[in-house]
């Protein structure tokens, strides 16, 4: 069953470009109302999908939406913030136009994330929107200076897929063997 029809175009092509192996635990941060929570189930069959918003009418409605892969403990969804998140460990940590990256350095969202990712983890910050609009990258170097700071190695792309313009910002953990 697809269901992008009723998803914003920037989540569609944001989880594509994550594209998480089938048996991925994945970490979304900012998980609204569980768009993008939907999109990545069809992708993990054997997999399992946490969500976190800070907000609990966002949750609620991201529970609600998956809420099948809820009830077979395929997902969870927390109403917490990333920093005060304890994270289990992720394969794939995902965050979609979520301001704590962009507007600050994030040292405590980070460090959760850091202490989650499993050794081969990446983690995809995706800036754009659903206009065509070309997507913010003012930000970049800012936001690579708190990564690296972080102890990750990012890598910045700027991608179209299906009309839509991203800013994709796709890191791993420094550390050695990792």
């Not at 109403?79 to 301001?99: C, F, G, I, K, S």
């Not at 990256?101 to 980070?110: D, K, M, V, Y």
């Amino acid at each position: 069953m697809t269901i992008t029809g009723s998803v914003p175009p920037r989540l569609v092509a944001a989880v594509a470009l994550v594209d998480p192996a089938p048996d991925a635990r994945v970490l979304e941060v900012g998980c609204g109302r569980g768009a993008a929570a939907a999109l990545l189930l069809e992708r993990l069959p054997g997999g399992h999908y946490t969500g976190i918003d800070r907000s609990a009418t966002a949750t609620a409605a991201t529970a609600a939406r998956i809420a099948d892969a809820v009830a077979r403990g395929r997902a969870e969804v927390h109403t917490t913030t990333l920093a005060e998140h304890r994270a289990q460990p992720a394969d794939v940590a995902l965050a979609v136009n979520v301001n704590a990256f962009w507007t600050g350095p994030a040292s405590r969202e980070l460090a959760v994330l850091a202490a989650a990712l499993r050794p081969a983890g990446v983690l995809h910050l995706v800036w754009g929107s659903d206009g065509g609009a070309a997507p913010r990258t003012d930000v970049v170097d800012r936001l690579t200076v708190h990564l690296d700071a972080a102890g990750f190695v990012p890598e910045v792309a700027l991608p179209a897929r299906d009309g839509v313009r991203l800013l994709h910002v796709r890191a791993r953990l420094a550390q050695a063997g990792r």
